[in-house]
């Protein structure tokens, strides 16, 4: 039986990109929980909704690494962010100000049902910014990760265009 090197095998590929993306995604999400469970900072509705985007990052990006579907992968990725960015933007509008918090609009209560299903939703406002870095919400640090992802994963596609 000879065994053959991972790095000799031509079905794997080497996408250090595929590799960086779902560590960073693991080390989001880590970092999220540990603000939410240790420091007991509670996301808004869509802080929980954006954790959904690195999710699926961290289970789709290591399919890439076999040759047959790097590109299929990448597409997908690219799809992943960009919605990521659209729900990231969205988030950063409602805390300017510009949208209306959905989360915060009080609804009417007829029954007591409803007022137990009003408690069990998330009782932060997306509008309210419970954690900035450098003067900026996490929030735009989601968005501007995507963007950089978006662009990392086309740059052959952008570096293309620019050239023709």
């Known amino acids: 039986m000879t065994i053959i090197p991972l790095y000799h ?44 985007i690195y999710f699926a990052v961290f289970f789709t990006s290591p399919l890439g690494l076999f040759q047959k579907y790097n590109a299929f992968v990448r597409h997908v990725l690219s799809a992943i962010f960009t919605l990521g960015l659209g729900l990231a933007t969205y988030h950063i509008f409602i805390q300017l100000g510009l949208v209306t918090d959905r989360c915060a609009i009080i609804q009417k209560i007829n029954h007591i049902d409803d007022f137990m299903h009003l408690l069990e939703k998330s009782k932060e406002s997306c509008s309210k910014i419970n954690w900035s870095f450098f003067g900026f919400s996490i929030t735009v640090y989601n968005a501007i990760f995507s963007l950089f992802a978006i662009t990392a994963l086309n740059w052959k596609y952008i570096k293309r265009q620019i050239y023709v």
């Open 9 to 52: 095998y031509q079905k794997w590929n080497k996408d250090s990109l595929l590799i960086w993306l779902s560590i960073t995604s693991a080390l989001i999400l880590i970092y999220s929980y540990y603000h939410q469970l240790i420091e007991k900072i509670d996301p808004c509705f869509l802080c929980v909704w954006q954790r959904y």
